[in-house]
């Protein structure tokens, strides 16, 4: 199987049938990666063929010594979507005890859901950073090394905000569970 | 206490249902389409076109392929579209252009008349996709692929099994990057 790097530089050559196959192989990942993010399928779709688009861009920029191409689109999307999210409202990681205590609401809605989608609406509800390493790492299966790579942090900072945000998940999947029961 | 923390293998399970569930969700095609657009425009145009013509293409995508819109109504609406005269130069021509007539001369009539049997474009009408349409100053033509059934929408006819499958089309885009005309192309061979 030609490699996601060579399929790139045939792309960046003008061969369009590279560039179909390479969208072909790695659309699906950042298409999920921007839906677990956005929770919005719009969202996802421009932020799907923003990536690819910056890709044609400055793909020449792309280094394969510092990650994998995946997660240089991984990094792409990631930064669309955070201006997106600018845009709609301004998120602070540090105000973390606000976000669990302002989920009170959801969770009320979330009793009434089914379990995959009382998880969506969790991971949803998690502040971006924690977000981010459980979508790439729990959700994509991306390694430590590539969702590093996609959100330009140490390793050791992508493993305290995976075990950060799995634990604010539990969190949050108990008060429902709890309130489902009583 | 204990109720209130649920363990983590209880979350890394619910995220694999997730994960699971979602697994096979992709972008829709309209995407691929539009990217391939851009694409074959950053190759003849550069970049700032690469950009209004992707969202240009996503909209003659959306607005041919819109379902409530009948092909009775669209057939009456089709009429010849005068801005179309006043566009500039198409990029790619659909007669030989004078280079290519004396490239022929140089190779000589035989391989003139292989040349010249390979393709030959039969194109329609221009058909309005804005009503009313502003003013025309400057665009660019666009070749794109569609799905046949966009041709249904401007009141061509089209056989049932040859909906799904994909035609060309040129593209007149205006400078502020709406799509202002289309027609369809077919290729014929001598």
């Given amino acids: 199987m030609i490699s996601d790097e060579d399929l790139l530089k045939a792309a960046l050559r003008g061969d369009e049938a590279a560039f179909t196959a390479l969208y072909r192989r790695r659309q699906g990942a950042v298409y999920r990666f921007a839906l677990h993010m956005s929770g919005e399928g719009a969202v996802s779709e421009d932020v799907t063929q923003e990536v690819f688009i910056a ?23 990631r930064n669309l979507l955070l201006r997106r999210f600018e845009k709609k409202r301004p998120e602070d990681s540090d ?11 959801v969770l009320d809605d979330l009793t009434r859901r089914e379990t995959i989608e009382a998880v969506r609406s969790a991971v949803l509800s998690l502040p971006a950073p924690y977000r981010e390493a459980v979508v790439l790492c729990d959700l994509e299966n991306a390694s430590y090394e590539d969702a590093a790579a996609a959100l330009e942090c140490p390793v050791g900072t992508v493993r305290s905000r995976l075990s950060r945000g799995r634990a604010m998940l539990g969190q949050k999947l108990a008060v429902k569970t709890a309130r489902s029961m009583s | 206490m204990k109720e209130e923390h649920v363990k983590e293998d209880y979350v890394l399970q619910a995220l694999g249902a997730l994960a699971e569930s979602d697994r096979k969700r992709e972008a829709p095609p309209e995407v691929e389409a539009r990217l391939l657009v851009a694409f074959q425009t950053r190759r003849r145009s550069g970049w700032r076109w690469a ?29 010849p579209f005068p801005q179309v005269l006043e566009a500039p130069r198409p990029i790619r021509e659909i007669e030989p252009t004078p280079r290519v007539a004396r490239a022929r001369r140089k190779l000589g009539p035989k391989v003139a008349a292989v040349r010249q049997s390979e393709r030959r474009e039969v194109v329609t009408d221009f058909f309005p996709l804005m009503n009313p349409a502003p003013s025309f100053g400057r665009g660019q033509m666009l070749r794109v692929q569609l799905p046949a059934a966009a041709m249904q929408t401007v009141g061509l006819p089209v056989r049932e099994e040859h909906l799904d499958d994909l035609v060309q089309a040129d593209v007149l885009v205006g400078e502020e990057g709406m799509p202002r005309a289309i027609r369809f192309v077919r290729f014929d061979v001598k």
């Avoid at chain 1, 105000?95 to 609401?105: I, N, P, Q, T, V």
């Avoid at chain 2, 819109?69 to 057939?75: C, E, F, G, M, W």
């Fill in chain 1, 95 to 105: 105000a973390l005890a606000d976000e669990l205590a302002a989920d009170d609401d």
């Fill in chain 2, 51 to 79: 950009a209004i013509v992707a969202t240009a293409a996503g909209l003659v995508i959306a607005l041919l392929l819109w379902p409530n819109r009948s092909p009775k109504a669209t057939l009456s609406a089709v009429q």
């Fill in chain 1, 55 to 77: 890709l044609l861009e400055s793909g020449g920029r792309f280094d394969p010594a510092r990650g994998t191409l995946l997660s240089f689109l991984y990094g792409i999307a």
